[in-house]
């Protein structure tokens, strides 16, 4: 059970290692924002693609076809990676070795929908995946095995999701032979230590400039590719894709060279590398800034 492009690596480590997989169940394809293009999930183009069954209902509360379709298979084993649904309460008991979900940090820190996004946005040093049973509550149930990675200011959230689903990929597999053979053991997580994180809203983009350039480097990495972190500048939007921590001293949002520089709120600033102008093609900063508004001494 799984959704986006993170999800597909362990689909495809499951089939390649000969797991039987019965069905697949994923989001129902999206209507496109412009236009009428109908958008499939990631994991039920790969489910097409390997020629497996999947189910894309748009809701599993009440939802009695599903329960019932579900509990005809009898499976081992349901994995869920992403899905973007909870699983009702009712469901859990339907395969012989529960629920088990594959969630992208170290819980029981960032429980929650974009536990990558806020990670790198909080400046975390690590982050993870940690293989869990499900429970009624998000993110809550037993651990059995975490896998750690470490972070750095060159990876963003698009960098983090590709290496931690291919750990989990690899590592799925062992969890799943001894989760069938008895063998693991799962261990309660510390719920007073937990953190939250939240689905992303695209108006925490917007840049504040009074920042640390260590928070807004946070904010550049966690928000890419989508939202992504934005400033306005005379009516436009301009997302920055990429940025390094630079010297430069000045007052908090001030252009201070030729290759947009942009001091922060510590004294600090960031040197911007990509970017992107509101309805305009990404571009490097050298080619951005020949034909720019944006200056050496523009506030933004």
């Not at 917007?206 to 928000?223: F, H, P, Q, T």
Request: proline share 5%; glycine share 8%; aromatic share 8%.
């Amino acid at each position: 059970m799984g959704t986006p492009l993170f999800a597909v690596p362990i689909l495809k480590s499951l089939y390649q290692n000969g797991f039987p997989i019965t069905l697949v169940y994923t989001q129902p394809p999206q209507k496109s924002q412009r236009g009428q293009k109908i958008n499939k999930s990631p994991v039920q183009g790969i489910a097409e693609t390997l020629n497996l069954e999947f189910r894309t209902p748009i809701f599993l509360n009440d939802n009695k076809e599903e329960y019932e379709y579900l509990k005809k298979i009898d499976a081992d084993l349901a994995i869920v990676v992403a899905y973007g649904q909870i699983i009702p309460k009712e469901f859990l008991s339907l395969t012989k070795k529960g629920f088990i979900n594959i969630h992208a940090s170290i819980l029981p820190n960032w429980r929650g929908a974009a536990p990558i996004q806020r990670s790198l946005m909080n400046l975390d040093r690590q982050t993870g995946i940690s293989i869990m049973k499900i429970n009624e509550k998000l993110d809550t149930g037993p651990v059995c095995n975490t896998y750690k990675i470490d972070l750095d200011d060159n990876l963003n959230a698009s960098d983090v999701a590709e290496k931690l689903s291919l750990v989990a990929a690899e590592k799925i597999l062992d969890n799943i032979d001894d989760i069938l053979e008895d063998k693991i053991k799962f261990f309660e997580q510390e719920h007073s230590k937990a953190t939250y994180a939240p689905k992303i809203n695209k108006y925490e983009g917007k840049i504040d400039w009074n920042k640390s350039a260590e928070s807004i480097i946070g904010k550049i990495n966690g928000l890419y590719p989508s939202p992504g972190a934005f400033f306005n500048y005379k009516g436009e939007r301009y997302k920055i894709l990429k940025a390094t921590i630079g010297n430069k001293v000045g007052n908090p949002g001030e252009v201070v060279s030729d290759y947009m520089e942009i001091v922060c709120g510590n004294n600090r600033s960031i040197k911007v590398e990509k970017i992107q102008r509101q309805g305009k093609n990404v571009q490097n900063v050298g080619e951005f800034m020949l034909g720019s508004q944006i200056k050496k001494g523009t506030k933004i």
